[in-house]
């Protein structure tokens, strides 16, 4: 059983929003079994756009049922049935949401009928339910108007069951399918295409704009998990709404597609991605002498002039350091101003400036040259300390020169989350170092 659904709304998305009207037609694959229409007092004011566009003006809804005074009723109505409505995640999102409010649960399987018409019409220049109409010859007296809306879609919908010859519908119906959840402009043999390896993901618009990049170790389950869940937020289906198309690029691993998420996502400074979005403000050690010729380590945000011995994301890491290198080379936390405690025995000059040397010989020594196997055939070049770039290769590498190696490398631009990543992989894998002539 079917339960054809249309309702008119406030505004766009459930959180801060209510319904006006709702209409519901039960329909068993042949005929109609039953019909559900009312207007719903929304208890907030209705924008003066929304009441132009439907019709329904304040004056309509002041004396209609609020939506806990009938929540009973539409959750029987739709209890063990296929949820089938234009843009499906608009309309279950807020029936959904409202009768959560009103203390009733429902979780049930979704047919999108935009999606359905892609899939089964393929080739008509648009989907939406007016022009749908418009090609079909189908009558909507009433458009804008939940009855008026769902009538038409009964007659898509049963058009688009009669040409089901490969049984999209009853594929799509089944609970829990990602079929349903996808955003309704996305072709559903995307997702079926999508490998399962890890990699970098693309979601684009309709001017094929990349508006988010994400990584993943799965790239076909992570990207079908962003449209599992049905939250009612206003940042939630604006996303879903601006997402057209999903290109990928497969990585090796998941330290090279974290790499390059943090490359792609710099480059590109993705609409929806919230995180690395942040321009640099890297953290330096600076090497100076004071006035009595001791020489001292201080951290400071990096500048343009002076080159630091070390750069850090973030004040905790950096402090982290020098705190470590007072530790191992005997150093007072005072001299390099890590300690308010001041010495009462400061060292000679001479003595403390010989172990400043030896921390700066220890940092350049760290500063080597060597590619990073990330356990297939991927390597990250790491040039004197710096990250250079990516590169594949046919075998494993076990001893070679830079030159050699440099040709076979794709050069990317350093930034503070990919300097962590390799940090945090070497440590984590220090045998997968392959030290450079």
């Not at 539409?74 to 209890?79: E, P």
């Amino acid at each position: 059983m079917y339960a054809i659904v249309d309702i008119e709304t406030t505004g766009g998305y459930a959180a801060q929003n209510c319904i006006t009207e709702i209409a519901i037609i039960l329909f068993n694959g042949i005929e109609e079994e039953g019909r559900y229409h009312t207007l719903v007092n929304p208890q907030i004011p209705i924008q003066k756009y929304v009441q132009s566009m439907t019709g329904i003006t304040d004056e309509m809804v002041a004396n209609a049922p609020k939506f806990e005074e009938i929540a009973r009723n539409i959750f029987n109505l739709l209890s063990n049935k296929i949820f089938v409505a234009h843009n499906v995640n608009f309309d279950y999102s807020f029936i959904k949401s409202h009768l959560k409010t009103a203390g009733y649960e429902i979780d049930l399987p979704k047919i999108c009928t935009v999606k359905l018409s892609r899939k089964i019409f393929p080739g008509l220049m648009r989907y939406g339910l007016g022009k749908l109409c418009k090609h079909f010859s189908i009558n909507n007296s009433a458009r804008h108007r939940s009855m008026g809306d769902t009538e038409a879609l009964k007659e898509i919908f049963i058009l688009l069951l009669k040409n089901d010859v490969e049984g999209i519908i009853t594929k799509s119906s089944k609970k829990r399918n990602s079929f349903q959840y996808l955003p309704p402009n996305v072709n559903s043999n995307i997702l079926e295409n999508i490998p399962s390896l890890p990699g970098v993901y693309y979601f684009h618009n309709n001017k094929r704009k990349i508006i988010y990049v994400g990584k993943a170790i799965c790239l076909k389950k992570r990207v079908s998990s962003h449209f599992s869940n049905n939250k009612s937020s206003q940042q939630k289906q604006d996303f879903l709404k601006e997402i057209y198309n999903i290109t990928w690029q497969d990585c090796s691993s998941d330290f090279i597609a974290s790499i390059f998420e943090s490359i792609e996502i710099k480059r590109l400074w993705p609409q929806f991605n919230k995180s690395q979005k942040q321009f640099d403000r890297q953290y330096g050690i600076f090497l100076f002498e004071d006035a009595n010729g001791y020489k001292r380590l201080a951290i400071d945000f990096n500048k343009k002039i002076i080159k630091p011995l070390l750069t850090f994301s973030l004040l905790l890491e950096a402090r982290q350091t020098l705190f470590k290198l007072c530790n191992e080379f005997d150093i007072h936390p005072s001299l390099f101003f890590l300690s308010k405690e001041t010495t009462t025995e400061l060292p000679t000059t001479n003595h403390h400036n010989k172990k400043v040397e030896e921390i700066l010989l220890h940092i350049q020594q760290q500063n080597t040259t060597y590619l990073i196997h990330d356990g297939a055939l991927n390597y990250v070049l790491v040039e004197n300390g710096k990250f250079y770039g990516i590169g594949k290769f046919e075998s494993i590498i076990t001893e070679t020169s830079l030159d050699q190696i440099k040709p076979q490398i794709t050069t990317f631009p350093e930034n503070l989350v990919v300097q962590s990543y390799v940090k945090n992989y070497i440590h984590k894998y220090p045998d997968s170092i392959v030290m450079l002539k």
